[in-house]
């Protein structure tokens, strides 16, 4: 019995695992149709959100109930470069390792 428990985790956390090894814009596109239904298309998006981190961070804070399954950094990210959207160049957090390093962008 302890054998098919162990045997029954392993298999699922190897699931999982390779599930979100393969995520792209494959797993957005059964509800992200062309058609607009019943999630905006491609298009809409990417003339939405311009960098991955934008997509992202919408996506996370969505509230449609057919969103909660795919709040997944890993998964959206995937998905994100699959569509085409470029990382954000500096998050904040570097801008300001940058700024106490060498003082302000501005160069004062």
């Given at each position: 019995m302890k054998r098919l428990l162990v045997f029954s985790l392993a298999v699922s956390v190897l699931f999982v695992a390779t599930s979100l090894c393969f995520a792209s814009w494959d797993t957005c596109k059964g509800c992200h149709t062309d058609s607009g239904k019943p999630g905006p298309s491609k298009a809409a998006l990417l003339k939405k959100f311009k960098t991955s981190d934008d997509l992202v961070q919408a996506a996370m804070a969505s509230t449609n109930p057919m969103m909660q399954s795919m709040k997944?950094?890993?998964?959206?990210?995937?998905?994100?470069?699959?569509m085409g959207l470029k990382e954000a160049k500096a998050s904040k957090k570097e801008d300001k390792k940058t700024e106490t390093k060498k003082g302000p962008k501005d160069g004062k």
């Open positions: 997944n950094e890993t998964v959206l990210r995937a998905a994100a470069k699959d």
